[in-house]
């Protein structure tokens, strides 16, 4: 059993559903500015990546430097979150309703991706009031302290935010970058096998198929 006293959630793949379109997206500004990536290579080679490292690997590929592919990419980003509501992943939503009649657990959610994209996803699947603690959202962003999965800063800085030490903290997470970051804080990780192959979070405290294995490992 996974006895802690906070909850680290990451956003994309884990709380929301958005991975096939950021990575449909990205792979589209990819392949326009000279680098041909399919929407299945995207989701293998940069899920839970920051993007600042990925525009300098295409910066590389191409010869030339690519001021305007991150503003592309969010904007195009942006107004897909309006066209079309953003799915809640699977068994999250019930995982969040027995954490509020439980309220044994702390939750927060921290993120490689910037905080307005995080506030429209959440929004748009309606859970950005599921981490709302006395009027403030409790998200973290890698861009608030400049420091990106896999180094352990963002999990150890949500966790001092929170009040609570690292050995305290499970964290869930969906991409292998985000695994070797909680572990480098010191947290134990729970791994979601989905876009990422369960081999590919071998390295997790544990590995599961759906967020309905959490209930039982977390005791709730």
Known sequence: MLDCDLIIFDCDGVLVDTEPVTNRLLA????????SVTTEESIERFKGRDLNVIRAEAEAVVGRELPDFLPTYRARMFEAFERESVDVVEGAMELLNVLDETGSHLRCVASNGPQNKMVASLTSAGLIGRF??????????????????????????????MGVSPESCVVIEDSASGVEAAQRAGMRVVGLAGLTPADKLSEATHVIESMHELLGALGV
């Open 28 to 35: 589209e500004c990819l392949t326009e500015i000279g680098w």
């Open 132 to 161: 709302d603690h006395e009027g403030e959202a409790r998200i973290y962003s890698a861009y608030d302290i400049k420091v990106w999965k896999p180094e352990p800063d963002l999990f150890l800085h949500a966790a001092q935010e």
